[in-house]
């Protein structure tokens, strides 16, 4: 699944307890050991507040405080109460649609069996490309509202993106979650949940090219003042590119497994649409600036 953890430990906040696997010294002597960080950073009784939920504080955070900052530029269409709005709504479409995003995407014969599941949120299920979508219906509730045009609203949000995916992935990390294939590579980790094998940390590849390298690139090329829509568009042609990569050397769901020809994922076929899109965003914005 695209996440292990549930809405509720997005936030932050979990009643459940934690079992971990722990590697002998033989196991780890050969490659660089797993850092045994306990995935609740907080205990207060029956009550947990896990890193996984404080990572995405910290992207939405960080997020929101440079927003802010850009909207104290001269001339800049929306006020910082306004940003607040959009983060707001962002956040918001982007936990509902995870979680519709992953029954859909990635548990839809298990909804059709009991409907019902869809608010079992303890059970875990959370999926980017769901949440994308969920954020995307807030930004086009925020364009409504202010009158804005939506790839305005998307060219302003695109460059924030890379932060909270890049603490998602680290919280992922953390938690031990979502990692790769067995490999011999001396960076290879035993994973508490992984098995024996030392693995790819996908997470970790995950983090620097949908985190640091997309971040940097974004700002770059908003810098470079393109037309309307081409950051949104190269958004979505580097994430999906960025996604794509990292799906051959990451394992699918147990319960999906690879979808044909021994390596397609579903997390391919979810991001192969970004890419065209992208492409196709980028084409028709250059084409109409090039014809104004």
Request: proline share 7%.
């Amino acid at each position: 699944m695209e996440s292990g953890y549930t809405m509720i430990d997005v936030f932050g906040v979990s009643l459940r307890g934690t079992h971990r696997y722990e590697p002998s010294l033989a196991e780890t002597s050969t490659m660089i050991p797993y850092p045994q960080i306990d995935p609740v950073a907080i205990s207060l009784g029956p009550l947990k507040v896990h890193w996984y939920g404080l990572m995405y504080i910290i992207g939405i955070g960080a997020a929101w405080f440079l927003a802010r900052l850009r909207a104290k530029e001269p001339g800049f269409p929306w006020t910082a109460t306004q940003i607040e709005d959009l983060i707001f709504y962002c956040a918001v479409g982007l936990m509902l649609g995870g979680r519709l995003g992953y029954i859909f995407f990635y548990n839809f014969q298990a909804f059709m069996n009991e409907p019902m599941i869809l608010f079992r949120v303890w059970e875990g299920g959370m999926s980017f490309h769901g949440g994308m979508l969920g954020a995307f219906a807030g930004m086009a509730v925020f364009a409504h509202k202010v009158g804005a045009r939506f790839g305005d609203v998307t060219d302003f949000i695109g460059p924030y993106v890379p932060l909270g995916l890049f603490t998602g992935r680290i919280g992922n990390f953390i938690n031990g979650e979502l990692w790769g294939k067995p490999t011999d590579l001396p960076w290879g980790m035993i994973f508490p949940t992984g098995g024996p094998e030392p693995r790819h940390p996908s997470q970790l590849y995950e983090a620097f090219l949908e985190g640091i390298v997309l971040y940097l690139v974004l700002w770059w090329f908003r810098r470079q003042s393109p037309p309307r829509t081409a950051v949104s568009g190269m958004f979505l042609l580097l994430y999906g590119a960025f996604r794509f990569a990292v799906e051959f050397l990451r394992l699918p769901d147990a319960h999906i497994g690879y979808l044909a020809f021994g390596w397609l994922t579903m997390g391919m076929v979810l991001s192969l649409p970004m890419i065209v899109a992208g492409l196709f965003i980028l084409a028709m914005a250059y084409s109409k600036a090039k014809a104004a």
